[in-house]
């Protein structure tokens, strides 16, 4: 899920920090275990998916975000929306994990009290959807500060699944007409998973189209600090306008289901 600016929460207990290995050599992960069981795996599963996550997001975005990551597993549901900025039950009874910061100085490209916050079902999360999940939320991490406050959320989700989720053909009948809302993305269930599959197909549409580094350079024009409305981010980077460009998008969807 998008990233959140919040105020502070309640400290964290049960702290314990390890160190990535491998390919995440030169990032520091610090996991913040709020009074999970102990025999919950879920810590252990975090640990292990962390140098691949960081690879996925490095071979992307770049190199140039925080070294060191902090990621909290939450004990209970009332901990998890704590941490993750308040809020209903039912607005997180379907999200695994959340990206948030304290507070976001794009100024000077840094976030403070930035982590991942896990949800206690993530536990359940097969071994794919853990991964993805991960990889998702990193992705967040690292273009944090890079990202405006007002960026189109759905854009920003749509990146961040193209950094986590393998290609696969689309999914929903019938197929999108137009672009996804950040309306959609508030709506729990069906409606909101469909949002993030929109964005995502288009997301994975500009990277094959165009390659993964004018997506890059899109999500830098659409989403980031003092960004343009998309129609001009898309002239600017893409050299067309939206109308050309969603029948493009809708005949890649054509031939991809």
């Not at 997301?203 to 409305?229: I, M």
Request: glycine residues 8%; proline residues 7%; positive net charge.
């Amino acid at each position: 899920m998008g990233t959140k600016s919040r105020p502070s929460a309640p400290a964290a207990t049960g702290v314990r920090a390890v160190v990535a290995g491998g390919v995440a050599v030169g990032r520091r992960m610090r996991l913040v275990d709020l009074g999970t069981s102990v025999t919950n795996p879920l810590p252990g599963r975090i640990t292990a998916n962390f140098g691949p996550a960081v690879e996925a997001v490095q071979s992307f975005w770049g190199f140039d975000w925080p070294r060191e990551i902090i990621i909290v597993v939450s004990g209970t549901e009332q901990q998890f929306r704590a941490q993750a900025g308040g809020g209903s039950a039912a607005q997180w009874a379907d999200i695994a994990a959340v990206t948030v910061a304290d507070r976001v100085d794009t100024a000077r490209r840094v976030a403070i009290g930035q982590r991942i916050v896990f949800a206690p079902g993530a536990a359940n999360m097969s071994a794919d959807a853990l991964r993805i999940v991960l990889s998702h939320e990193l992705f967040h991490y690292a273009a944090r500060v890079d990202t405006a406050p007002d960026a189109p959320r759905w854009l920003t989700e749509g990146v961040a699944d193209y950094v986590a989720r393998p290609a696969a053909a689309p999914n929903a009948t019938p197929l999108p007409t137009a672009l996804p809302s950040d309306g959609a993305l508030d709506v729990p269930g069906p409606q909101r998973s469909l949002a993030y599959d929109h964005g995502w197909w288009f997301a994975r549409f500009v990277a094959e189209r165009y390659g993964p580094t004018t997506l890059r350079a899109l999500y830098r024009a659409a989403c980031g600090v003092g960004h343009a409305d998309l129609p001009a981010a898309v002239s600017d980077v893409l050299g067309t306008d939206m109308p050309n460009l969603l029948a493009r998008w809708q005949r890649w969807l054509i031939r991809r289901a």
